[in-house]
């Protein structure tokens, strides 16, 4: 079977172009990776390329040592990853030291895979630990409201996590574990993937100040879905701040309480304060 018929390289074309149709991926923003299982890797062997060089990651990801990663390219666009997935994203492979990738489909055109590499295999290392090997989606969204909101609120796990729950009910049962959030920081490189996937190891989102989110999750569904509600969650955010910005009522403390319980979720007690 062709690479772009196998299911996995369809929803993730799927998901890309959902994200574009949201507006979220202006000009060549944002990213998209997903670690393939054995089974997929043995299903595409016999249609990869051999000769291709090793580059480095920029990063050492020694838990990700062998594996097999769908990541889109840097400078492309996701308006034409449905249009021409092979020229848009790439399949890569990781060295035995976790150290160096190499290019083994995709990327017809010519080019390298996303400039957040570092960023998405970091999180990916910190991922699979964390959830024993059931993440295997990394995605980076320039989600506006989202954005516009690091404008305006403190830069704190706490404020970000309890401003955002109160904004429907739906959240602390889609994002129960908080959201984490990375100050201002130079994009494409080490430091920042390593601020992130600290915080990866407690949440699987992580805004980052002025520029957009990161998700990670098991499928593309329910990446793609955390994107989707806490960026809806922000865009009611900036609704309520827009409107004058004061509450007449909320989500209140005891109310998230009463949430968790009916819901059989955990809410961290440090999200819970007073207001
Ligand atoms: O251009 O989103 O963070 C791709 C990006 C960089
Ligand atoms: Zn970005």
């Known amino acids: 079977m062709r690479i772009l018929e ?15 149709q949201q507006g979220w991926h202006e000009r060549n923003g944002g990213n998209l990776s997903y670690r393939l299982t054995r089974h997929q890797v043995e299903a595409v062997s016999d ?15 020694p838990d990700l040592a062998g594996e097999f990663f769908l990541v889109t390219g840097t400078g492309k666009y996701f308006r034409n990853i449905i249009v021409d997935p092979e020229a848009c994203i790439a399949l890569i492979e990781i060295d035995d030291k976790g150290e160096k990738y190499r290019i083994r489909w995709g990327l017809a055109d010519g080019g390298l895979p996303t400039s957040e590499l570092p960023t998405h295999l970091l999180n990916h290392e910190v991922k699979k630990r964390v959830s024993g090997g059931k993440h295997r989606v990394i995605y980076h969204a320039h989600c506006t409201n989202v954005i516009a909101l ?4 403190p830069l704190t796990d706490l404020v970000f996590t309890r401003e955002l729950w109160e904004m429907a009910t739906e959240c602390p049962v889609v994002f129960p574990e908080g959201v984490g959030v990375v100050p201002w920081m130079v994009p494409g490189g080490r430091e920042i993937g390593v601020a992130t996937s600290k915080l990866m190891e407690e949440y699987n989102a992580v805004i980052w100040a002025h520029h957009g989110m ?10 793609f879905g955390l994107m989707h509600t806490i960026e809806k969650s922000a865009e009611i955010l900036v609704k ?7 509450k ?16 059989n979720i955990t809410l961290p007690e440090k999200f819970l304060y007073e207001k």
């Open 240 to 246: 309520v701040k827009s409107m004058g910005g004061e």
């Open 47 to 61: 249609r990869l390329l051999d000769h291709a060089e090793w580059h480095d990651i920029g990063a050492a990801v």
């Open 150 to 153: 690091t404008y305006v609120m």
């Open 248 to 263: 007449m009522q909320t989500i209140g403390t005891d109310d998230l309480r009463a949430l968790a319980k009916g819901f």
């Open 6 to 20: 196998q299911r996995f390289v369809q929803n993730f074309v799927k998901m890309a172009d959902d994200g574009f």
């Open 214 to 223: 990161f998700c990670s999750g098991e499928d593309f569904d329910s990446t």
